[in-house]
Structure formats: structure tokens, C-alpha cells
T-cell receptor
Framework: SAVISQKPSRDICQRGTSLTIQCQVD?????MFWYRQQPGQSLTLIAT?????????ESGFVIDKFPISRPNLTFSTLTVSNMSPEDSSIYLC?????????????FGAGSRLTVL | DAKTTQPPSMDCAEGRAANLPCNHS???????VYWYRQIHSQGPQYIIH???NNETNEMASLIITEDRKSSTLILPHATLRDTAVYYC???????????FGAGTRLTVKP
């Protein structure tokens, strides 16, 4: 399965600022996904990022708040804009890949953001 | 994708088998059952998946009922390192994203 590196692994941010999270994959993948995990909660899909097209956002998430770039088949970024304490979460990048034909998701370790 | 129902928490004694149930009564014929786990402060980790036959790998066994409306993940000899939140997900195999429910928090106790 793919190996995913996320940066930063954690950060403490000030209210009103923006932070860009990077996701690097060791192989070319078509579909990349960004998830958010709020404290004590399960994972929620933010958007799907395909190379060469605009990201597709889930209900409740908008491009102005979470702009995504997907410049090539191994890299993507998620920006959390104009942050507030409610944005304090773990943000996870994931990709699909074959595992005995299972097309499972592989996740990065996540980026833990704390907004003060 | 169909929804799943899991108990919010379970305990298991170290060395014993951990049996984690999942209900997916509205599963479609082309949807697989996937299990993931998330150890504290890590990203979710794939465990196993299946369609209708029982499956086993180096991590666990998956038992799916004949009507496919429920399944059980079995960790045959639980260790303290198996303490995690376990997620049961149903999805078509060629599907993209996965939708996570609340999962079961398994605590393995010495």
C-alpha cells in the first residue's frame, strides 16, 4: 500500500490565520481524500481531490474555507483559512489503492491543529 | 453507502479473543464490509474486508452472516496494543471515499 507523509504533524495557530497542510504520497494515485477529525469524534470527509480538476466538497465544507490543490498525482495541499478555535482538529489525507483488489484507503498520520 | 451500527465500547482481557460486532442490515449486494482501526493519535489502519465469505489474515478474522446483515471482527488473542477504536464500513469495492461511523472503542485490559 501507499506511504503517505503529512506536514506539519502538529501546529498551534492563532485565530484568524491560515495554515496549509501538505500530503505527499510515494506513488501516483488518482483519488486523494481529506478528512477532519474533531476532538473525540469520528472522521468526516471534507473533500475529494482529483488531479486536473476542482476538488469536490462535502456538505458543510466550502472551498473558501478549505481550498485544496492537487498539482500532480503524488501531492495535495489543504488550507484551513481564517481559523477559529472550532477548527482545532486532526486533518487526515488518504488515498485509495489496491490490496488484493480491495481498493482500500490508506491514511496519513494526520496533522493536529490547535487554534488559540 | 449503507450505514452500520456498532456498540460504542467493549472491554476484552489480554490474551482472550475480542469479538466486535457490526450491523449493516441495509447492505447492498455489491457492497463489501471493511474494518479499520484507529490507535490513539494515529491515522486509521486497514484491517480486513470481505463480501460474503469469511476472511482471515495476519491481523484478524471476519465472519459475515449468510444474509450479510451483520458481521463480526475477531482478534484471536488481543494484546494491549489492540486498544483502539474499530470502525466497520460498507462500501462498493470500486468506490472512492469511505464514510466512518462512531466505531467501537475496544479496551484491552491486563
Amino acid at each position: 500500500s501507499a506511504v503517505i507523509s503529512q506536514k506539519p504533524s502538529r501546529d498551534i495557530c492563532q485565530r484568524g490565520t491560515s495554515l496549509t497542510i501538505q500530503c505527499q504520497v510515494d506513488s501516483q494515485v488518482t483519488m486523494m481524500f481529506w478528512y477532519r477529525q474533531q476532538p473525540g469524534q469520528s472522521l468526516t470527509l471534507i473533500a475529494t481531490a482529483n488531479q486536473g480538476s476542482e476538488a469536490t466538497y462535502e456538505s458543510g465544507f466550502v472551498i473558501d474555507k478549505f481550498p485544496i490543490s492537487r498539482p500532480n498525482l503524488t501531492f495535495s495541499t489543504l488550507t484551513v483559512s481564517n481559523m477559529s478555535p472550532e477548527d482545532s482538529s486532526i486533518y487526515l489525507c488518504s488515498v485509495t489503492g489496491g490490496r488484493n483488489g480491495a481498493n482500500v484507503l490508506t491514511f496519513g498520520a494526520g496533522s493536529r491543529l490547535t487554534v488559540l | 453507502d449503507a450505514k452500520t451500527t456498532q456498540p460504542p465500547s467493549m472491554d476484552c482481557a489480554e490474551g482472550r479473543a475480542a469479538n466486535l460486532p457490526c450491523n449493516h442490515s441495509t447492505i447492498s449486494g455489491n457492497e463489501y464490509v471493511y474494518w479499520y482501526r484507529q490507535i490513539h493519535s494515529q491515522g486509521p489502519q486497514y484491517i480486513i474486508h470481505g463480501l460474503k465469505n469469511n476472511e482471515t489474515n495476519e491481523m484478524a478474522s471476519l465472519i459475515i452472516t449468510e444474509d450479510r446483515k451483520s458481521s463480526t471482527l475477531i482478534l484471536p488473542h488481543a494484546t494491549l496494543r489492540d486498544t483502539a477504536v474499530y470502525y466497520c464500513i460498507v462500501r462498493v469495492v470500486l468506490g472512492g471515499d469511505m464514510r466512518f461511523g462512531a466505531g467501537t472503542r475496544l479496551t484491552v485490559k491486563p
